[in-house]
């Protein structure tokens, strides 16, 4: 899905999440690059009645998956939520779920 | 002129002519005020995400017109009045359907210009190999 940054050895490249990265022993772990699912897929609309897709961005309790564990950009964050919460509005999505 | 998006929601116990009765009621609402209907999706029954007035599924329907807004003031207003309908949502896309198209169109555009872009660099080497012997030539010959 992404391309791999920051092989262990190569200096220049900066590690995503750098506190991941063990320091003890010589194995070293990186984080791979956050992509935002939308661009990369060309997916220009984000529609709130498509619901399979917004469920892939809402956590257990019914919350909105924030940006930095969803790798989304701003612009598709902004719209995505606006989705989810017209989603919300016509009972598709919850407002809270029950675990 | 915009386009509108109407989704709403009938009990779950409506009977299959109750439900054609409202969505004629609503698509008569529109048409009456001088609109037109785009498209009309019954999604059928679905469970809601919630309760709604204590119900647990609903009969959602989507209606796609084109109107004033005025006329959506009035179509809300009515499926306020009615007692079947639980829940309903009204929104605008004529613009993101605009926007749309344009992202659509850049893309397009984009795909053009690369697809063009990756024979041109050939083309002009082809032409200079063309022009470049005659050229060439008189100066392997000095």
């Given at each position: 899905?992404?391309?791999?940054?920051?092989?262990?050895?190569?200096?220049?490249?900066?590690?995503?999440?750098?506190?991941?990265?063990?320091?003890?022993?010589?194995?070293?772990?990186?984080?791979?690059?956050?992509?935002?699912?939308?661009?990369?897929?060309?997916?220009?609309?984000?529609?709130?009645?498509?619901?399979?897709?917004?469920?892939?961005?809402?956590?257990?309790?019914?919350?909105?998956?924030?940006?930095?564990?969803?790798?989304?950009?701003?612009?598709?964050?902004?719209?995505?939520?606006?989705?989810?919460?017209?989603?919300r509005n016509i009972a598709l999505l919850p407002f809270a779920a029950v675990i | 002129m915009r386009i509108y998006e109407e989704l709403f929601i009938i009990k779950p116990d409506a009977t299959e002519e109750e439900i054609d009765q409202i969505i004629e009621q609503m698509q008569g609402v529109i048409t009456h005020a001088g609109g037109t209907i785009d498209k009309m999706d019954k999604w059928g029954k679905r469970r809601l995400a919630y309760r709604v007035d204590k119900h647990r599924e609903g009969y959602y329907v989507l209606i796609q017109f084109t109107a004033g807004p005025e006329t959506v003031h009035e179509l809300e207003r009515r499926l306020r009045v009615t007692d079947a309908v639980i829940k309903f949502l009204t929104v605008r896309?004529?613009?993101?359907?605009?926007?749309?198209?344009?992202?659509?169109?850049?893309?397009?555009?984009?795909?053009?210009?690369?697809?063009?872009?990756?024979?041109?660099?050939a083309q002009p080497s082809v032409a200079a190999q063309m022009l470049g012997t005659p050229l060439g030539m008189p100066e392997e010959a000095r």
């Open positions: 899905m992404a391309e791999s940054r920051g092989r262990p050895g190569s200096a220049g490249q900066r590690p995503t999440g750098g506190d991941k990265a063990v320091l003890t022993g010589k194995k070293q772990y990186f984080r791979r690059k956050k992509v935002c699912r939308f661009c990369v897929e060309k997916i220009d609309d984000i529609n709130y009645k498509d619901v399979k897709m917004l469920n892939a961005f809402i956590a257990e309790r019914g919350k909105i998956v924030p940006r930095r564990i969803s790798g989304v950009c701003g612009p598709c964050q902004r719209r995505l939520s606006d989705a989810i919460k017209k989603a | 896309i004529d613009e993101s359907l605009k926007l749309l198209e344009k992202k659509k169109k850049r893309r397009e555009k984009r795909a053009h210009r690369k697809a063009t872009a990756a024979p041109a660099p």
